[in-house]
DNA sequence: GCCAACGTTGGC
DNA sequence: GCCAACGTTGGC
């Protein structure tokens, strides 16, 4: 059982459209880098806490809980060509690109970024570091306790 | 294999 | 919209 925290831009989609989606489960297509990219394949079970996070918007932070409920498998965008995800080198036979399936488990008030920096025990937080733009990044487990039982509120 | 140029991310 | 930080590309 692993832990992580996921980036998502809400004007893509945000904690209300993954609610909304059909088992409140969405594709995470459209990684492109390939550290995140192995996180999903090389190291995500099913059962995996998540921390759905939003980035790239006015109210950057924490949305909601959610888990891993697929293992994974080709991203279908890299090979479609009217998608900004296509990828012109990823064949069918080899593609180069994966993604995971990721289900919510409860919205909860947001957990601003300013909120999570005032805390000690995050510190080491790798989302929290300076520089840091991995979308897809592993969370200790105590970081998950303290962000999941101290911080969240349904 | 180096590294400059370029593209992207994401907070502010 | 700005811009710092980082990743990728491609010429050599």
Redo the contacts with the bound molecule.
Sequence with gaps: MRYWLM?S?PSDVGIDDLAALPNQTVAWY?V????ARNFMRDQMSVGDGVLF??????E?GIAGIAHVSSGAYPDAKQFDKKSKYFDP?ATQETPRWFNVDVQLVKKIELIP??EL?KHSELERMR?L???????ITPLDPAEWKFITTKLAHA
Excluded: D, M, V
């Design positions: 980036k831009e459209g492109r880098n390939y550290q996070y939003h980035s790239n918007c006015a950057p080198k970024l300013a920096r989302t570091q300076k520089g840091n733009r991995l979308s």
